[in-house]
């Protein structure tokens, strides 16, 4: 066979959607096609990207059994931006249907390693949903965006709606088998939904940090946490999901958490006269930009353009602040 050429394993003729389809299946060597005769232009998925296929054996009208397929599919114009593809194939053969669902389910286990933790993908999260967050459409964001990724990945979700600022820390302080229980725990709000939950579990692993502070350089450097955490955005500036995935998209942000993608991110510990106060990841700040948050909070009403309403109000109270600050890594 010439070089650069795959060889197809697997050719049929589906019913999809009423219309015949032929789609092969070829193989070169690292990742899985899907090739259907489409008038403008072939669906093309690559084995890694596929998320699962799922033989369904119920008849219907289009020509028998079916087998769906769930995959990843990337946006030409916008690269950063991931979305739920799928496909229904249905043949009246229903051994053919379980064929290409082993070969396709294959492919998937194939590409898992492809940028996640351990080569594994997640199979059990907790999620909390903050509905207070941003606009106020984390609930809606969840329903409509991040939990049909979740289904179709096969992924079982324990989805907590929070009913105050500490009701996550809460939560998380009270699971004795949190690791053992889930593979990731996901935020869906805003940035302070995600310091919420990131805080929760940095606390939980370093308990003994409540009490004494680390010492810069000698200590043994801080636990880090075993679980995963994922956002999907639902606030007003959403600069974690932007950071993460170069994009506020949720869609795109479950996505990249039902595929098992990872980044490390660094956090931070913030002491006040040698008592934890909290762990910080995305920023910690004092003085002027500190009041700013704090005044943001009390005008969440206004939505996004209360940070702005912020830095009037403190811009004309000309508040100076004075203070010490030590910074230890490690």
Known sequence: MAEGVPAAVLQNTFTHYGRKKTVEATFDGETLVLIGNRKKRPEIVKGHNLLRAL???????????????????????????????????????????????????????????????EGSRP???????????????AQETYERKAAPVFRAAGVDCDAVRTRGPDHIAGHIA????????????????????????????LRKENPSLDRTPPGGGEDAPPSSSRLRVGVIPS?????????????????????????????????MGVFVA??????AVTIASRG????????????????PSRYEA?????????????????????
């Open 274 to 279: 040698d008592k934890l106060r909290c762990f």
């Open 288 to 303: 002027f930009f500190g009041n700013n948050v704090a005044w943001s909070e009390r005008l969440r009403w206004m939505g």
């Open 174 to 201: 009270g699971c004795d088998d949190l690791a053992e229980s889930f593979d990731g725990v996901v935020a869906v709000g805003g940035d302070g939904t995600f310091n919420q939950v990131m805080d929760a579990l």
């Open 235 to 267: 606030g007003s500036t959403d600069v974690v999901a932007y950071t993460l995935h170069g994009t506020s998209d949720p869609e795109s942000a479950a996505m990249h958490i039902v595929m098992g993608n990872e980044r490390r991110v660094d956090a």
């Open 55 to 117: 033989f369904q054996g119920t008849p219907d009208g289009n020509g028998g059994d079916s087998l769906v397929v769930h995959f990843l599919r990337v946006c030409e114009r916008r690269p950063n931006e991931w979305s739920l593809g799928s496909l229904r194939l249905c043949h009246r053969d229903h051994r053919v249907l379980r064929h290409w669902e082993a070969v396709l389910r294959a492919a998937a286990a194939r590409g898992e390693g492809e940028g996640g933790l």
């Open 310 to 330: 912020a830095g009037v109000i403190n811009f004309v109270a000309n508040k100076n602040f004075e203070g010490t600050a030590r910074v230890c890594y490690s």
């Open 123 to 137: 199979k059990r999260l907790l999620v909390f949903v903050n509905p207070f967050g941003g606009r106020g459409r």
